[in-house]
């Protein structure tokens, strides 16, 4: 199967610093890529979408001053935690997707990023 | 109301039991369904997609009742490695959109045990 790679695979600092996490389709481009988060003992939740060349959409409730979404490329995208506070503290995921022709499409997770922000 | 919800468990089960997670869905927008397993800190993995007519992998099955927005998946024979959580997931598409969303059930925990 494809493969996506997240980076830093964990991840511990200081509340008020911003945190990069990094998304890398490895062996296919996507044009939509999708950040999610996900809580202890619950399910992920989709934050945004993004798309590579245009603003990230955002889900009902994230607020998109704090969670920064660039995809500048094909098979890249990141998500940067500004001004972290420790209910940041979060698994954070990325998935990528391959189109398929009539849209829908396969959605590939990446490893995930343990933030904890102390 | 959750859009996705499963029993949560756990379920624990000797090996070899035959076990079944159900999982109902709100979105009658819904047009694609999944099971995905998680293992413990770790990322979901597709384990299959589920369709009307029913679909078997091997030791899984699973099966779509759209009239009544309900998912199964079915495990036969467990194994000690299918201890993990399954996900059940629903796809729609937003307006406009040529992609589609995931929503995800909180996830079914299974513990296969010898």
């Known amino acids: 199967g494809a493969v996506v790679s997240q980076h830093p695979s964990r991840v511990i600092c200081k509340s008020g610093t911003s945190v990069k996490i990094e998304c890398r389709s490895l062996?296919?481009?996507?044009?939509?890529m999708f950040w999610y988060r996900q809580f202890p003992k619950k399910s992920l939740m989709l934050m945004a979408t993004?798309?590579?060349?245009?603003?990230?959409?955002?889900e009902q409730g994230v607020e998109k001053d704090k969670f920064l979404i660039n995809h500048a490329s094909l098979t890249l995208s990141t998500l940067t935690v500004t001004s972290a506070h420790p209910e940041d503290s979060s698994f954070y995921i990325c998935?990528?997707?391959?189109?398929?022709?009539?849209?829908?499409?396969?959605?590939?997770f990446g490893p995930g990023t343990r933030l904890t922000v102390l | 109301r959750k859009e996705v919800e499963q029993d949560p468990g756990p379920f624990n089960v000797p090996e070899g039991a035959t076990v079944a997670f159900n999982c109902t869905y709100s979105?009658?927008?819904?047009?694609?369904f999944f099971w995905y397993r998680q293992d413990c800190r770790k990322e979901p993995k597709l384990l299959m997609s589920?369709?009307?007519s029913g679909n078997e992998d091997g030791r899984f099955t699973a099966q779509l009742n759209r009239a009544s927005q309900y998912i199964s998946l079915l495990i036969r024979d467990s194994k000690l490695s299918d201890s993990a959580t399954y996900l059940c997931?629903?796809?729609?598409?937003?307006?406009?959109?040529?992609?589609?969303?995931?929503?995800f059930g909180q996830g079914t925990i299974l513990t296969v045990h010898p």
């Open positions: 998935s990528a997707r391959i189109t398929s022709s009539g849209g829908g499409g396969t959605q590939y």
């Open positions: 062996d296919f481009q996507a044009t939509t």
């Open positions: 993004s798309n590579e060349g245009s603003k990230a959409t955002y």
């Open positions: 979105n009658s927008a819904s047009q694609s």
């Open positions: 589920v369709y009307s």
């Open positions: 997931v629903a796809r729609h598409y937003a307006g406009g959109t040529s992609y589609g969303k995931l929503t």
